[in-house]
Protein backbone atom coordinates (compact mmCIF):
# COMPACT_ATOMS: atom_id res chain seq x y z
CA UNK A 1 0.00 0.00 0.00
CA UNK A 2 1.02 3.65 -0.53
CA UNK A 3 2.08 5.67 1.61
CA UNK A 4 -0.97 8.30 0.65
CA UNK A 5 -3.43 5.50 0.59
CA UNK A 6 -2.59 3.89 4.55
CA UNK A 7 -2.69 7.65 5.99
CA UNK A 8 -5.88 8.44 4.40
CA UNK A 9 -6.78 4.66 5.90
CA UNK A 10 -5.66 5.71 8.75
CA UNK A 11 -8.02 9.23 9.03
CA UNK A 12 -10.40 6.95 8.37
CA UNK A 13 -10.05 4.62 11.20
CA UNK A 14 -9.83 8.06 14.02
CA UNK A 15 -6.18 8.62 13.67
CA UNK A 16 -4.95 12.01 13.66
CA UNK A 17 -0.55 12.82 12.67
CA UNK A 18 1.68 14.81 14.20
CA UNK A 19 4.79 14.98 11.90
CA UNK A 20 8.56 15.02 12.09
CA UNK A 21 11.75 14.56 11.01
CA UNK A 22 13.78 11.56 11.72
CA UNK A 23 16.34 12.48 14.78
CA UNK A 24 19.09 12.74 12.07
CA UNK A 25 18.64 15.12 9.99
CA UNK A 26 17.86 14.69 6.44
CA UNK A 27 19.06 10.83 7.07
CA UNK A 28 16.41 8.22 6.93
CA UNK A 29 12.40 8.26 5.86
CA UNK A 30 9.89 11.47 7.23
CA UNK A 31 8.55 9.77 10.41
CA UNK A 32 5.19 10.78 11.17
CA UNK A 33 3.52 10.44 14.54
CA UNK A 34 0.19 8.91 14.51
CA UNK A 35 -2.21 9.38 17.49
CA UNK A 36 -5.46 6.92 18.50
CA UNK A 37 -7.09 6.95 21.41
CA UNK A 38 -4.35 7.79 23.89
CA UNK A 39 -1.50 5.47 21.87
CA UNK A 40 0.81 6.19 19.30
CA UNK A 41 2.97 4.80 16.94
CA UNK A 42 5.86 6.06 14.55
CA UNK A 43 5.18 5.55 11.26
CA UNK A 44 7.81 6.08 8.19
CA UNK A 45 4.92 8.35 6.03
CA UNK A 46 7.25 10.29 3.97
CA UNK A 47 6.69 10.40 -0.04
CA UNK A 48 2.61 10.06 -0.78
CA UNK A 49 3.91 6.87 -3.36
CA UNK A 50 6.08 5.89 -0.84
CA UNK A 51 5.25 1.74 -0.36
CA UNK A 52 4.46 0.91 3.06
CA UNK A 53 5.90 -2.39 4.17
CA UNK A 54 3.21 -4.92 5.11
CA UNK A 55 5.29 -5.48 8.33
CA UNK A 56 5.37 -1.51 9.16
CA UNK A 57 1.33 -1.28 8.38
CA UNK A 58 0.75 -4.65 11.04
CA UNK A 59 2.79 -3.12 14.03
CA UNK A 60 1.24 0.56 13.67
CA UNK A 61 -1.88 -1.15 13.64
CA UNK A 62 -1.31 -3.04 16.96
CA UNK A 63 0.11 0.07 18.34
CA UNK A 64 -2.72 1.91 17.60
CA UNK A 65 -4.90 -0.47 18.99
CA UNK A 66 -6.66 -1.49 15.37
CA UNK A 67 -7.37 -4.99 13.99
CA UNK A 68 -4.29 -5.62 10.92
CA UNK A 69 -7.03 -7.48 9.61
CA UNK A 70 -9.03 -4.48 8.24
CA UNK A 71 -6.70 -3.25 5.97
CA UNK A 72 -7.79 -3.11 2.65
CA UNK A 73 -5.01 -5.37 1.82
CA UNK A 74 -6.26 -8.56 3.86
CA UNK A 75 -3.09 -10.46 3.44
CA UNK A 76 -1.28 -8.27 6.00
Known amino acids: ???AA???WL???GCRF???EHE???HGPIMVTVHREGKTASV???G???KIDAEVMRKACEDLGID????PDSRV
Do not use: I, K, N, V
Not at 68 to 71: D, E, G, H, I, N
Open 48 to 50: SRQ
Open 6 to 8: FRT
Open 68 to 71: PALL
Open 1 to 3: MES
Open 44 to 46: PLG
Open 24 to 26: QRH
Open 11 to 13: REH
Open 18 to 20: DSH
